[in-house]
């Protein structure tokens, strides 16, 4: 099969497209093909070398979906069932989806019914379903207005489009490095979208709700922009910074402020079924903004990288 080897950490030159052999399917695990997967900033966290815990060599790849070739468990995981594949360990401690096909565990295979593309259902797994899960946990009212920091992420641009199909009166801003994206993130439905510089967001604005993907690095500056009772929820790390730091909770939560967050790794098949249902339900255009080969894994990861950056990268294996 072909797959993508990173031997050792580095930048994207280090994304080696190479054949490997097919795993071999043994007990409690089974064999994916795989049609598409999404990418992931913590993939590149990992490929940079700052996953303490992940060996290389390894294959990258923390989400995928496919189809079951080989089951050690055809009661539950049927041969040609359409599944996802999320979280765990995949892509850490064991080889992830960075290629045809990969061996993984049964309790972390997801059988699904959806009339989703494969591009599409692609885009799903790890970036909606965190935004679904952050989405339930600010527990979003009529009149609220809203801040997503990192409003041009996968995340922040999911969590707008699931809360406008139910909230449409909602107000939602969202806060960026660069305001030449601002158009395109209107039509994701943004209501406005506010400069960030230095870690400080320009504007007098105060909010229900936050959704924190930037993380520890601003955290107390998203605080300070909210209102009594607010509730924010920390999902992201875009900013780099694993830990908050100098952070006295009864002084800096004093107006009463929730603090929160949704770990994506309390997944099963009924919330992920869940979650494709209101997709389906609700009409939501989930594609991706970019679509790469897996040649182009290297590609794929410099768009990231980018300043040009917005929305989920997805790869499709060639069919």
């Given at each position: 099969?072909?797959?993508v080897?990173?031997?050792?950490?580095?930048d994207?030159?280090?994304?080696?497209v190479?054949?490997?052999?097919?795993p071999q399917?043994k007990e409690?695990w089974s064999?994916v093909k795989?049609?598409a997967?999404?990418?992931?900033r913590?993939?590149?966290?990992?490929?940079?070398?700052?996953?303490?815990?992940?060996?290389?060599?390894?294959?990258?790849?923390?989400?995928?979906v496919?189809?079951?070739l080989?089951?050690?468990?055809?009661?539950?995981?049927?041969?040609?069932h359409?599944v996802?594949?999320i979280m765990g360990?995949?892509?850490r401690?064991?080889d992830g989806?960075?290629?045809?096909?990969v061996?993984?565990p049964?309790?972390q295979?997801?059988?699904?019914?959806?009339k989703?593309s494969?591009?599409?259902?692609?885009?799903?797994?790890?970036t909606?379903?965190?935004a679904?899960?952050s989405?339930?946990q600010l527990?979003?009212?009529?009149?609220?207005?809203?801040l997503?920091?990192?409003?041009a992420?996968?995340?922040g641009?999911?969590?707008?489009?699931?809360?406008k199909?139910?909230?449409?009166q909602?107000r939602i801003?969202?806060?960026?490095?660069?305001?030449?994206k601002a158009?395109?993130?209107?039509?994701f439905?943004?209501?406005?979208i506010?400069?960030?510089?230095?870690?400080?967001?320009?504007?007098?604005?105060?909010f229900?709700?936050v959704l924190?993907l930037?993380g520890?690095s601003?955290?107390?500056?998203?605080?300070?922009h909210?209102a009594?009772?607010?509730?924010i929820?920390?999902?992201?790390?875009?900013g780099?910074q694993?830990?908050?730091?100098k952070?006295?909770?009864?002084?800096?939560l004093?107006?009463n402020?929730y603090?929160?967050?949704?770990?994506?790794g309390?997944?099963s098949k009924?919330?992920?079924?869940?979650l494709?249902n209101?997709i389906?339900?609700?009409g939501?255009?989930v594609?991706?903004?970019?679509i790469f080969?897996?040649?182009?894994i290297?590609?794929?990861?410099a768009?990231l990288?980018?300043?040009?950056?917005i929305g989920?990268v997805v790869?499709r294996?060639e069919?």
């Amino acid at each position: 099969m072909k797959a993508v080897v990173v031997n050792h950490p580095g930048d994207r030159s280090v994304l080696e497209v190479t054949e490997r052999p097919i795993p071999q399917i043994k007990e409690g695990w089974s064999l994916v093909k795989i049609e598409a997967f999404g990418i992931n900033r913590s993939e590149i966290f990992t490929r940079n070398g700052y996953s303490s815990s992940v060996s290389f060599p390894r294959i990258l790849g923390i989400e995928c979906v496919g189809s079951i070739l080989e089951t050690s468990d055809e009661a539950v995981l049927p041969v040609g069932h359409k599944v996802i594949s999320i979280m765990g360990e995949m892509g850490r401690d064991f080889d992830g989806s960075y290629a045809e096909y990969v061996l993984l565990p049964n309790n972390q295979i997801y059988p699904i019914q959806t009339k989703l593309s494969w591009e599409d259902l692609a885009a799903v797994p790890e970036t909606y379903f965190t935004a679904f899960g952050s989405m339930k946990q600010l527990r979003i009212e009529k009149n609220d207005t809203i801040l997503v920091r990192g409003a041009a992420s996968g995340v922040g641009i999911a969590f707008t489009k699931l809360v406008k199909a139910t909230y449409s009166q909602v107000r939602i801003m969202g806060s960026v490095r660069h305001l030449e994206k601002a158009d395109r993130l209107m039509a994701f439905g943004y209501d406005d979208i506010i400069l960030e510089k230095d870690g400080e967001l320009k504007t007098d604005l105060i909010f229900d709700k936050v959704l924190e993907l930037v993380g520890s690095s601003v955290i107390k500056n998203s605080i300070s922009h909210m209102a009594m009772n607010g509730i924010i929820c920390n999902t992201g790390l875009l900013g780099g910074q694993w830990y908050l730091e100098k952070f006295d909770p009864t002084f800096d939560l004093q107006k009463n402020i929730y603090l929160t967050t949704f770990y994506s790794g309390n997944v099963s098949k009924d919330t992920l079924q869940a979650l494709l249902n209101y997709i389906e339900k609700s009409g939501i255009d989930v594609r991706p903004e970019r679509i790469f080969t897996l040649d182009c894994i290297s590609e794929a990861h410099a768009y990231l990288e980018s300043s040009k950056a917005i929305g989920k990268v997805v790869v499709r294996n060639e069919v």
